[in-house]
């Protein structure tokens, strides 16, 4: 079969090289030279012989069938050539559409590959992708739990600051709200949506307003925290003072976006501070008042003591004597320690110094010593080193106070062997003196633990001998010393005794000045003590008797008025504490006498002198305290008529003050008529109806006048007040009425002296009042 199709090949590749002609021919000849090869052939075979007519047959044969085997064949080679031509074209074709397959093939085997690495690539990114999704859900489900943590702490932030009581609000760099927990609506009376985009101005008063929004402008500015105290109104009119802090606050870029402010209700702080100010004064006033009780009768024993001491006496009289003096000056030592226990709380310690005979001075402290020594079987040792000046410029009273608790306790804590008292003196430039006083004894001692306490407030040393006392004295002494300019110390062993030592520089006095004292001594003055204890009168003009004053007493107010209008003195002593008027109302009054030529007016207390200047500046020439000492008393005169004969004024410019006593106590609480008029009019029923409404009321009126009273709020206190005045009157509560009506009258002058006290008793006596008019009503037959 290849062969076949090889010779087809052969025959097609001949007629179409050698064209149809020649091709016909060279195939006519052909056939014939086989057709004669065939015939002769055959005949020989046949025959044995070959025929010339054979050949001519075998040729003609060849040459009749050439033409069509030739036409036949090549109409089939040229159908065949164009069929293989065709089949080439195909093959052709098909060999391009093979190579293009092939072509396709590689393409498809590199795009295989490529698709197989895309595929890995995808599978890959795909599984990325998963891998991706699974930590973005995460991400998302992590970022959903911290949304809701960020949310719940959130909620709770916002929860906790809605619930606290403070205010918290926050502004923008505008100054306009931009948010506020509850307690900031409930003061603003405005809701957060409603607060916010609003300025100060828009929420608060003027001043309020304007303050608010400058310690805003303050923060912005310097970006620090701003402190401040303010009183701000609630909606009902109800006040309170807030702590305000601001503070500025930024973003997470830390860029500034506003200011950041609480507020803190401090109104019970503020009243604390009022009831404690209110108990100091309330304590002051108390310690004055039992001062001035106890001071009383003490002054008698005191002077009449030193008068009859400066008499004829036996040696045995005269101690005894001389016994009662201390024991009474021991007794006034107490008092001060009270007294100074007060102005220890205070820090009003004053120091007035005065020229004092030193040596006379010392003499006194040496005769207390040892009269308290005596009384134990103690030896008092004495003893002065350096000159000793015969005047120096000190405070005697405090001085005498330090050394006499000094000593006292030497003497106390010593049960035998000796207590020593050392003076040292130097001189010092400009003119001042160095003094330095050493008090020691033989007594129990003051362990080392002990002495860094030994001048604490209240401070006791325990050991064998228990200590008795305030445990005040030396915390007093110790205030008193550096007041002074001075110090206080102590040097102990326990069981060896021990020695306390005060140093301190004081001024020298010329001895000229003491001889003008004593020749003013001589001079015989008339002289009005104005004095209501028969003791202090007793007392006071036994001193001016001594030198040859004369004195007449006037024992109140009214008294003293019409003997110096009626009389000429050359000095008036002026107790504070009368029975009519006080002493200060008796000065105002003659200082506005233009008529009259007022003497020099020296103010008579038994309380301590904090400060002369008060007196000075009420009116008086000067002041002492009571109990009356010769040296107080010759030292004023000797100070008021020097400065009358150096031509000095002694009469100060008096700004007058328009001083009234409080409101005596009520004796009625009800107005009983008006309740009479009621019942008649409404009946029984309908005015227990109305007391009930006041009942109700009353507690909204003392919340907001108390709140008021914490602000000092004036206006609103009066305003309050007035409420209160009306509706007490209204239901015949006459006590409340009449109070309320003080609280409503600001131009009193002791007014803010005495509101608190009536708001006070309006608090307390108010349900009182209610109770008492129930059961009159209730008692009433209508």
């Known amino acids: 079969m290849i062969k076949i199709r090889a010779w087809a090949q052969y025959y097609v590749d001949m007629l179409t090289k050698l064209g149809v002609i020649r091709f ?15 015939q002769a052939s055959i005949n020989y075979i046949l025959r044995g012989q070959v025929k010339l007519d054979d050949l001519y047959a075998a040729i003609l044969f060849a040459i009749v069938v050439t033409p069509w085997v030739v036409f036949f064949l090549s109409i089939v080679v040229q159908q065949l050539e164009v069929s293989r031509k065709r089949l080439s074209n195909m093959v052709y074709k098909l060999q391009e559409v093979r190579a293009r397959d092939l072509q396709l093939q590689q393409e498809l085997q590199v795009n295989l590959v490529e698709l197989n690495a895309e595929f890995e690539e995808r599978k890959k990114a795909e599984s990325d992708r998963n891998q991706a999704f699974k930590d973005l859900e995460n991400e998302v489900f992590h970022r959903e739990q911290a949304q809701l943590i960020v949310e719940e702490r959130s909620a709770l932030v916002r929860s906790f600051i809605d619930s606290s009581p403070d205010l918290v609000y926050y502004s923008n760099e505008h100054g306009r709200f931009s948010g506020c927990n509850l307690a900031m609506e409930a003061l603003t009376g405005k809701v957060e949506k409603e607060l916010i985009g609003l300025t100060p101005f828009d929420v608060y008063g003027a001043e309020i307003a304007a303050k608010f929004a400058a310690t805003d402008k303050a923060v912005l500015s310097t970006q620090l925290s701003e402190t401040y105290e303010q009183w701000l109104t609630y909606p009902d009119g109800l006040k309170a003072c807030f702590e305000l802090r601001k503070v500025p606050f930024f973003g997470q870029r830390n860029e500034y976006m506003g200011v950041l402010g609480y507020g803190r209700d401090i109104t019970e702080r503020k009243k604390y501070q009022d009831a404690l100010e209110k108990a100091s004064r309330d304590k002051t006033t108390f310690i004055s008042t039992i001062s001035h009780e106890l001071r009383t009768p003490l002054n008698g024993v005191v002077g009449l003591s030193r008068i009859l001491l400066d008499g004829s006496l036996s040696d045995e009289q005269r101690q005894h004597l001389n016994t009662i003096y201390v024991s009474a000056q021991t007794m006034g030592n107490i008092f001060n320690d009270i007294i100074d226990l007060d102005k220890f709380d205070r820090r009003k310690f004053e120091i007035v110094n005065q020229p004092i005979e030193f040596r006379s001075f010392l003499n006194d402290i040496k005769t207390l010593a040892l009269l308290q020594a005596e009384q ?30 000094l000593v006292s306790n030497a003497v106390k804590f010593t049960d035998s062997g000796t207590v020593s008292i050392r003076v040292f003196t130097s001189e010092e430039a400009d003119n001042k003196i160095g003094l330095t006083f050493e008090v020691e004894d033989t007594g129990i001692g003051i362990s080392a633990e002990g002495q860094d306490k030994i001048f604490a407030m209240y401070y006791q040393e325990q050991g064998s001998k228990r200590a008795t006392g305030t445990g005040i004295g030396l915390s007093v002494a110790k205030s008193l010393m550096t007041a002074m300019g001075g110090d206080i110390w102590v040097s102990s062993e326990l069981g060896e005794g021990a020695c306390f030592t005060i140093e301190f520089d004081v001024d020298g006095v010329e001895r000229l000045q003491h001889q003008g004292s004593a020749d003013n001594k001589q001079v015989q003055l008339s002289v009005l003590l104005v004095e209501d204890i028969e003791l202090n ?18 024992v109140d107010g009214r008294s003293a008025l019409q003997m110096v209008e009626n009389n000429r003195y050359d000095l008036i002593f002026l107790d504070i ?7 200060f109302e008796v000065i105002k009054t003659l200082r ?50 020097s400065r009358a004969e150096e031509g000095e004024s002694i009469t100060p410019h008096y700004a007058a003050d328009t001083l009234t006593g409080e409101q005596d106590m009520l004796d009625e609480y009800l107005d009983t008529d008006l309740l009479q008029q009621y019942l008649d009019t409404l009946g029984k029923d309908l005015l227990l109806q109305s007391v009930c409404l006041f009942e109700q009321t009353m507690p909204s009126y003392l919340t907001l006048l108390n709140t008021n009273l914490t602000a000092r709020d004036q206006d609103a206190i009066v305003d309050e007040a007035h409420k209160i005045k ?15 009506q003080l609280a409503q009258s600001p131009e009193q002058p002791t007014w803010w002296q005495n509101i608190d006290d009536w708001v006070e008793q309006i608090n307390t006596e108010y349900l009182h009042d209610i109770k008492r008019l129930k059961s009159w009503i209730e008692k009433q037959d209508v």
């Open 592 to 641: 506005e006498n233009t008529a009259l030529e007022l003497p020099p007016v020296v103010a008579l207390t038994a309380n301590v002198i904090n400060n002369r200047q008060e007196y000075i500046e009420k009116g008086m020439d000067d002041a002492i305290s009571k109990p009356l000492s010769i040296n107080a008393v010759t030292g004023v005169i000797s100070r008021l008529l």
């Open 537 to 554: 009168v007793t007392v006071c003009t036994a001193i001016l008797n001594k030198f040859g004053h004369t004195v007449e007493v006037a």
């Open 726 to 740: 009306g509706a007490a009157g209204s239901i015949g509560l006459t006590r409340i009425q009449q109070v309320a």
């Open 577 to 583: 504490n009368l029975p009519d008027m006080s002493g």
């Open 24 to 38: 016909s021919i060279l195939s006519a000849a052909t056939i014939i030279f086989f057709s004669i090869t065939i």
């Open 376 to 405: 134990k079987g103690l030896v008092l040792e004495f003893d002065v080193f350096g000159d000793i000046p015969d005047f120096i410029n000190a405070d005697g009273t405090r001085l005498r106070q330090v050394l006499w608790n």
